[in-house]
C-alpha cells in the first residue's frame, strides 16, 4: 500500500472496510469525502487534522492523539475511542443523523478536554473514566449516559438532560439541580455532595 507523505494510504479509494491503521502520521492532514466501516486506527496522530464529508460507522480508535481535530459535516456513528487525547474538539460541527442505528460514539479512558457537546444528542453515550475537564455540555442530551469516573472540572452544565444518567464515581462536577434535569441520575458519595452548594440551605 503507498503512503502519502502524511501517511494516509494514497490508492485512490473512497471507501474503506475492515480495514486496520496503525502509526499513521497525519497531524495536519485534509481528508475529504472517505468512509471508513468497522476498520480500526492504532497510535495514529491525527492533531490538528482536517476530516470534511468522511464517515466512520462502527469504527475504533486506540491510544491516538486527535487533538484539535475538525470535522465539519463527519459522522461517527457507533465509533469507539479508548485511551485518546481529543483535547479541544468541537463536536457540534460534525455531522449528527436524525436516525442513528450504531449510537453515539463511546469513550473510556479518554481526554475530553475543552471539548464542546453543546446541544448534542448524546443519549446512551459512554464517557467513562476520562478527563473532561472545561468541556461544553450545555443544552446536552446525555439521558442515560455513562458518565461515571469521569473527572468534570470545570465542565459546563446548563439545561443538560441527564435523566438516567450515571455519574458515579464521576468528580469535581459543578450541577445545578435547578437547571438541568437529574430525574434517576445516579450519584454517589461524597461527591454528590456538591448538588446542595447552589441551594440556600445550610448543612450542619
Do not use: H
Amino acid at each position: 500500500m503507498r503512503m502519502t507523505r502524511k501517511g494516509f494510504p494514497d490508492d485512490g479509494e473512497k471507501e474503506y472496510a475492515d480495514r486496520a491503521f496503525e502509526g499513521l502520521d497525519l497531524k495536519g492532514a485534509r481528508i475529504e469525502s472517505r468512509t471508513f466501516v468497522a476498520c480500526s486506527f492504532r497510535n495514529c496522530d491525527l492533531t490538528g487534522a482536517v476530516l470534511r464529508f468522511c464517515k466512520f460507522r462502527d469504527c475504533r480508535f486506540e491510544s491516538c492523539n486527535l487533538s484539535l481535530l475538525k470535522m465539519p459535516a463527519t459522522s461517527f456513528q457507533g465509533a469507539a475511542f479508548k485511551s485518546c487525547k481529543l483535547a479541544g474538539c468541537n463536536w457540534t460541527e460534525a455531522a449528527w443523523p436524525k436516525i442513528n442505528i450504531s449510537g453515539p460514539p463511546a469513550f473510556l479512558d479518554c481526554v475530553l478536554t475543552d471539548c464542546v457537546f453543546m446541544g448534542l444528542p448524546l443519549a446512551g453515550a459512554v464517557i467513562r473514566n476520562c478527563l473532561a475537564k472545561e468541556a461544553d455540555l450545555r443544552e446536552a442530551d446525555l439521558k442515560g449516559a455513562d458518565l461515571s469516573g469521569t473527572d468534570l472540572a470545570g465542565a459546563l452544565f446548563n439545561d443538560t438532560d441527564l435523566s438516567g444518567a450515571d455519574l458515579s464515581a464521576a468528580r469535581n462536577y459543578a450541577i445545578n439541580p435547578s437547571s438541568n434535569r437529574l430525574k434517576g441520575t445516579k450519584f454517589s458519595l461524597p461527591e454528590a455532595m456538591s448538588l446542595l452548594y447552589s441551594m440556600d440551605i445550610k448543612i450542619v
